[in-house]
T-cell receptor, first 116, second 112 residues
Framework: SAVISQKPSRDICQRGTSLTIQCQVD?????MFWYRQQPGQSLTLIAT?????????ESGFVIDKFPISRPNLTFSTLTVSNMSPEDSSIYLC?????????????FGPGTRLTVL | GENVEQHPSTLSVQEGDSAVIKCTYS??????FPWYKQELGKRPQLIID?????GEKKDQRIAVTLNKTAKHFSLHITETQPEDSAVYFC???????????FGSGTRLSIRP
């Protein structure tokens, strides 16, 4: 299995500021993924973080708003820039790993962001 | 891109009865279909998955079926228990190492 940690676990931020979320995986992975989960909603993919190249963003998400870094094969950061209350959400990272009986994707515990 | 639709959005069943959640996907290139369970305030946890070379997979009280021709897949939970109450998400991907597209989720409640 893949053990994934995230920091911070939660934060309350002021409108117009930025927050950087860190994601650490206990094994080397080629790709890591960032998702957003708004209250009571499903998970929406923000971008794929590739080591050694720029992140690939999904429709509706742009690099200026959600810059991503991927300095090595076990670590990634997501920055939520110029925040507004609409950015209040849970942000999760994921990475593939080997499970008991299957290769699958594992999720970090999430970062709960509240923007005032 | 891939689009995954999930039904129903809420489901309430009597303890001991079965629950069925259905999903459809749009991209015929998808080959990996995981199901995640998310309890309140926790991260999604994989409960079962199926790959396109298999039509059915079972793990104790949980089973998943896949109809690749119709682009349908379903989750079946038998002999439901109170601890089965959670939100369930179906998803689709090219592989287990690629990006996953989620369905909208089903809130399952088990009535005692």
């Amino acid at each position: 299995s893949a053990v994934i940690s995230q920091k911070p676990s939660r934060d309350i931020c002021q409108r117009g500021t930025s927050l950087t979320i860190q994601c650490q995986v206990d094994s080397q992975v080629t790709m890591m993924f960032w998702y957003r989960q708004q209250p009571g909603q499903s998970l929406t993919l923000i971008a794929t973080a590739n080591q050694g190249s720029e992140a690939t963003y999904e429709s509706g998400f742009v690099i200026d708003k959600f810059p991503i870094s991927r300095p090595n094969l076990t670590f990634s950061t997501l920055t939520v820039s110029n925040m507004s209350p609409e950015d209040s959400s849970i942000y999760l990272c994921s990475a593939p790993g080997s499970g008991r009986s299957t290769d699958t994707q594992y999720f970090g515990p999430g970062t709960r962001l509240t923007v005032l | 891109g891939e689009n995954v639709e999930q039904h129903p959005s809420t489901l309430s069943v009597q303890e001991g009865d079965s629950a069925v959640i259905k999903c459809t996907y749009s991209d015929s290139a998808s080959n990996y279909f995981p199901w995640y369970k998310q309890e309140l305030g926790k991260r999604p946890q994989l409960i079962i998955d199926i790959r396109s070379n298999v039509g059915e997979k079972k793990d104790q009280r949980i089973a998943v079926t896949l109809n690749k021709t119709a682009k349908h897949f379903s989750l079946h939970i038998t002999e439901t228990q109170p601890e089965d109450s959670a939100v369930y998400f179906c998803a689709a991907a090219y592989s287990s190492a690629s990006k996953i597209i989620f369905g909208s989720g089903t809130r399952l409640s088990i009535r005692p």
